[in-house]
Structures are given as C-alpha cells and as structure tokens.
C-alpha cells in the first residue's frame, strides 16, 4: 500500500529525529531515536543500521512489525506502522 500524499508531505517537512519502535520476541518495547531515515519508493521507510543493537536482534528474531513516529514544526505528530 502506497504512503497517503499527506504523509509524504509530513514527512518532507519533518523534525529530526524521528522515532522507531519494534518489540522482542517476548513483547518488550525498544524505542529509539533515528537520524538517518528516509522514504523509499512509495511504500517504505529505510532506516540505517547505526549501531541498532537491541532494534537489529527484535527484526532478526522475527518480529514482523514496527513504528516510526516524527513530528512537524506545526508540532503535528505522525505514526507509520507496518511490516519490517
């Protein structure tokens, strides 16, 4: 499924950093701040491996399914959620 417009406009005006989030195998959160994030194509989010220690092991694991959350400077607040 493609992003919406109204996403991608947000997310070109978008704050740094933004936030991403994944859960272990046995349901703990991990939320961490990521700089270097972009949008990929129409339907996706790269995020760079810059030392993602605990965010690596949860994708690794299995676990299927994220967040990213940032914001604009009009303080509006979006939520991506999806497959990883």
């Not at 220690?53 to 999806?82: H, M, S």
Request: no cysteine; hydrophobic share 45%.
């Amino acid at each position: 499924m493609n992003l919406p417009e109204i996403i991608r406009q947000a997310w070109e005006e978008r704050e740094q950093p933004a936030i991403f989030a994944t859960v272990s195998k046995d349901g703990i959160p991990n939320i961490i701040y990521v700089g270097a994030v972009w949008l990929y194509g129409k339907d996706k989010v790269l995020v760079a491996d810059n030392y993602l220690d605990k965010t690596r092991k949860n994708i690794l694991r299995g676990i299927k399914t994220g967040a990213i959350l940032f914001i604009t400077p009009a303080r509006k607040a979006y939520q991506l959620k999806g497959t990883l």
